[in-house]
């Protein structure tokens, strides 16, 4: 007879992302109990992330079909993991590392781990019958993260000249996350207003994250507009509502330089370029400022601003402990941008992120572009208290999930609650 806690089942199927791409969803049971989880999926993705695997076969899904992964997870994860104990997380995802036994889980698939890996914690606290942020923490998480609202789409995630890939509006000057999350989703459409007036309507069509692709090609330009916006929603730029970006910068680095503004910039001159932005807007984010390899100059361009605001790894990090450990020996950031897909473990994303509190860096928990209506990033930045989450624009209902998700959260932690103040 086994415990009650014990995996009786496994079953994984092919689900759409909210780019209409195929991803993994996985379900588990320990007995007439079920849980479910979904993974995400990148469109700009750091070199040294896990391996989602793809089918690539052209006849289905244009070669993007996940049913590899899918047969990974039935045939060769399933046997191992019946009847373990859905409470043993880190048991349960060292056994799925070393059954796929590559550096990046390659072989069976970081899409199929993560999915097997989210879905048995969500079990775990079902069976406790805990929140799943509750379960996470031991009852210790208690904080809601500040949004970070991606609402200006450039770099990969448009199609205009604008090199800067994410600028998002950061509304920290509320008491709580239920009225941080007003204020932004004011800000959000007073800028859809400013937009439309300037650009045209067709410039407020919404992107993969829910943000605005207007035809800007400068930076500051970008910057200039976001400010616009949210003094005309009413709130004070530098206040109660501060802005941010995200650089992308692997994506226009080109032979030792950046291409960025229509000129080609070196390290220096973009150092300059960024700390001239954080002088003229209220600027308190910025994440991956120069390319991917490089610590040097990122650990550099934090000792110059770092105290000012958030130098936030993404790609530099990938999530990945011995990288994140570089980094702070160098002292290459101040933020870690958490996204569990990049290292394909639960576990291994908890780790980084305790690794990376441990040493004072923040934490941001952050969505993919290509996501799903999956909720467990809300749970997860809570269960850290991490602070920050990064989870897109108030807009389409994979983003709009996390939020709710978040809302929720709230309501049950009801005094217990504690929001933080980004002054």
């Keep these: 007879m086994p415990d009650r806690f014990s995996i009786t089942n496994v079953y994984a199927r092919e689900i759409l992302d909210s780019r209409g791409n195929p991803t993994v969803e996985a379900i588990l049971h320990a007995g007439n109990e079920q849980a479910v989880a979904a993974v995400p999926s990148g469109a700009s993705t750091g070199i040294h992330e896990a391996i989602e695997l793809r089918d690539k ?24 993991i019946i009847g373990f104990d859905t409470r043993n997380q880190r048991g349960l995802d060292e056994l799925m590392i070393n059954l796929d036994g590559t550096p990046n889980k390659s072989r069976l698939g970081a899409n199929a781990i993560l999915s097997v890996s989210l879905t048995a914690a969500k079990l775990a606290a079902k069976l406790e019958n805990k929140s799943l942020y509750n379960y996470l923490s031991d009852g210790d998480g208690n904080t809601l993260p500040i949004p ?11 199609g205009t000249g604008l090199k800067i890939q994410e600028f998002m509006i950061i509304p920290s000057g509320a008491k709580t996350f239920k009225d941080s999350l007003r204020m932004g989703t004011e800000i959000y459409h007073t800028l859809k207003r400013v937009i439309q007036a300037k650009y045209g309507r067709q410039s407020v069509n919404v992107g993969d994250e829910g943000g605005f692709a207007p035809p800007i090609a400068k930076t500051s330009d970008a910057l200039q507009i976001l400010t616009q916006g949210i003094s005309e929603a009413g709130y ?13 910068s692997s994506e226009f680095y080109e032979n030792g330089n950046y291409n960025i503004d229509g000129e080609m910039k070196s390290p220096e001159q973009l150092s300059d370029f960024y700390i001239g932005l954080a002088e003229q807007f209220p600027i308190r984010y910025i994440e991956d400022p120069f390319q991917q390899e490089d610590f040097d100059r990122t650990a550099q361009f934090t000792k110059k601003i770092g105290n000012k605001l958030l130098v936030v790894g993404d790609d530099i990090f990938v999530t990945n402990l011995t990288r994140l450990r570089k980094g702070i020996e160098l002292g290459a950031a101040n933020a870690l941008l958490l996204k569990v897909n990049q290292i394909g473990t639960l576990t291994e994303a908890i780790d980084a992120a305790k690794l990376a509190i441990t040493n004072k860096y923040d934490v941001v928990t952050s969505h993919r572009s290509g996501e799903t209506e999956d909720t467990t990033i809300a749970d997860l930045a809570v269960a850290l208290n991490c602070g920050y989450i990064k989870t897109g624009a108030p807009c389409r209902g994979e983003r709009t999930a996390k939020y709710n998700r978040l809302l929720r959260i709230e309501e049950q932690l009801a005094t217990n609650a504690h929001f933080p103040t980004l002054n």
Aim: no cysteine; aromatic share 6%; proline share 6%.
């Design 148 to 158: 970070v609202m991606n609402v200006i789409n450039g770099g990969k995630h448009a």
């Design 236 to 248: 004070q730029p530098g206040k109660n509502v501060f802005v941010g970006f995200d650089a992308a």
């Design 57 to 80: 076969d052209p006849k289905r899904y244009i070669g993007l079909g996940v049913l590899s992964a899918i047969q990974n997870i039935k045939q060769e994860i399933a046997p191992k």
